[in-house]
């Protein structure tokens, strides 16, 4: 089997100013500045890009950020482009979370165009699927996790291989339940097969796939440990340093 970088990314959503998002960031810096053994990616929110992207500076900690506009400039109010994100030393962007799907009615086109501007200004994105509750009670979690990944990623070529997929079903975020090790393992190898239908097979075994929803230090290690899970997009447990470092610790030993 191929061998993936789990790669461990804090989402800290609308939460934090600039002056709070910098004390945080210093203080995951104390303990994770030199970690290279799994890679470690920070997204807090605009407003506090360039604040964390100094305090980073060229240590191993990368910088995401949550969103973007697929356009490279133009009248579009209110929005940032890939291209600003990358002057500020951006490295990866979130896009598709559940949140922007709920809340902003993103579809998978959307995510798709936006992810097709990412690769092209080199950004890395790291596009979120997931079922709702609803849809895993009809049991249909993996129609709609398959349509979700073909209609994000179609196009892309061999720029898939540079995307990160991340597994959050939704019914698990922010509500303290989590899929257990067995069930995110099913889902994220049907993911990995459903790429390879994209894509090839060693495309598909290259890409990583995070798992997202109420990961914590106390649930890592299992998660961690699936053949399929490589690495977690983190929400709560990103707010406060030691739960972050300490998930990135569970990485470095799964
Ligand atoms: P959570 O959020 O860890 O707070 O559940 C995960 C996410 O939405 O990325």
């Known amino acids: 089997m191929k061998m993936r970088k789990k790669i461990i990314a804090g989402n800290w959503k609308m939460n934090k100013t600039a002056e709070d998002s910098k004390e945080l960031a210093q203080a995951i810096k104390l303990d ?6 799994v890679d470690v990616v920070v997204c807090p929110t605009f407003t506090s890009l360039d604040t964390v992207s100094n305090v980073i500076g060229d240590t191993n900690i990368k910088l995401g950020a949550q969103n973007m506009h697929w356009e ?11 291209s ?29 165009k936006k992810a097709k501007a990412a690769i092209a200004a080199g950004l890395i994105p790291i596009v979120c699927v997931g079922e709702t509750l609803e849809e895993r009670e009809s049991n249909t979690q993996e129609a709609v996790v398959s349509a979700q990944l ?14 990160v997929v991340a597994y959050e079903p939704v019914w698990a975020i922010g509500t303290g ?14 993911i990995r097969k459903t790429l390879a239908e994209i894509s090839d097979q060693a495309t598909a075994d290259g ?33 406060k340093a030691p739960s972050f470092v300490a998930l990135v610790k569970a990485a470095i030993e799964a």
Do not use: W
């Open 72 to 82: 490279a400039e133009g009248a579009y109010t209110g929005e940032i482009s890939a």
């Open 84 to 112: 600003m994100l990358r002057n500020l030393y951006c490295h990866y962007v979130i896009l598709g979370h559940s949140e922007r799907r709920e809340y902003f009615g993103e579809t998978d086109e959307i995510v798709n």
């Open 177 to 190: 339940l989590t899929a257990s090790p067995e069930q995110a393992q099913e889902m994220h190898a049907f």
């Open 150 to 163: 073909k209609g994000s990623l179609a196009g892309l070529g061999a720029s898939l291989a540079k995307v």
């Open 32 to 37: 994770l500045a030199n970690v290279n053994e």
């Open 207 to 239: 890409i990583r796939i995070q798992y997202g929803g109420s990961m914590k230090p106390e649930n890592a290690a299992e998660l961690l440990s699936q053949p399929d899970i490589d690495g977690g997009l983190i929400g709560g447990a990103a707010l």
